[in-house]
């Protein structure tokens, strides 16, 4: 079955980076687009961007680019999500969520979350 | 950036009963490319329909979707105790992919 496990939660200061990790499973890594949504205490989802496992190329929401990065491993057929400059507003829930072979997809498998904090 | 606006914000309602959420586009979808996710405190989204109208695996046929253009529905026929929660409405046509503000059908 498909499964996409995320990395624990993370507490940065201001001004730090973030380095987010979600393992793919139960299918093949380098056949779907794994996209990263955010969600803000007691707010709704924004989505964030999408990366093509298979040659690595992504796409950003306007709002983050600059300070996003997504990258990927297939070997281990991990993703990788780096937010840098972080500031109190990028508190949220990160999730990484697998969309189809297209990269106009829904988003059918969602990881568990991870919790970022951004305080001084 | 397409903008969606979800209505009602708050929908109150007994099991048993219809629910009717709406999710307008400021922008005409291509393909009817809307999904709809339902989201439960502490967890994360599950996704509901896609393509609009099309059943996700494992949804159950009180869950359907209508709409295309600008204005879209998801309607559950009747309610039960697992429906209660948060529902988001997904354009993923045009990037960026935007979701809408979320409605959430609480028990009356």
């Known amino acids: 079955q498909v499964q996409l496990v995320q990395s624990g939660a993370e507490v940065k200061k201001p001004g730090a980076s973030v380095k987010v990790s979600c393992k793919a499973s139960?299918?093949?890594?380098?056949?779907?687009?794994m996209h990263w949504v955010r969600q803000a205490p007691g707010q709704g989802l924004e989505w964030m961007g999408v990366i093509n496992p298979s040659g690595g190329s992504t796409r950003f929401t306007q709002r983050l680019q600059g300070r996003v990065a997504m990258t990927r491993d297939t070997s281990t057929s991990t993703v990788f999500m780096e937010l840098s400059s972080l500031r109190s507003e990028d508190t949220a829930v990160y999730y990484c969520a697998r969309g189809t072979y297209d990269i106009l997809s829904w988003l059918e498998y969602w990881g568990q979350g991870t919790l970022v904090t951004v305080s001084s | 950036e397409i903008v969606l606006t979800q209505s009602p914000a708050t929908l109150s309602l007994s099991p048993g009963e219809r629910a009717t959420l709406s999710c307008g586009a400021s922008?005409?979808?291509?393909?009817?490319?809307l999904a709809w996710y339902q989201q439960k405190p502490g967890l994360a989204p599950r996704l509901l329909i896609y393509?609009?109208?099309t059943r996700a695996t494992g949804i159950p046929d009180r869950f359907s979707g209508s709409g295309s253009g600008t204005d879209f529905t998801l309607t559950i026929s009747r309610l039960e105790p697992e429906d209660f929660g948060v529902y988001f409405c997904?354009?993923?046509?045009?990037?960026?992919?935007?979701f809408g503000q979320g409605t959430k059908v609480e028990i009356k």
């Open positions: 997904q354009q993923y046509g045009s990037s960026p992919y935007t």
């Open positions: 393509y609009a109208s």
């Open positions: 922008q005409s979808l291509s393909s009817s490319y």
């Open positions: 139960g299918y093949t890594f380098t056949n779907y687009y």
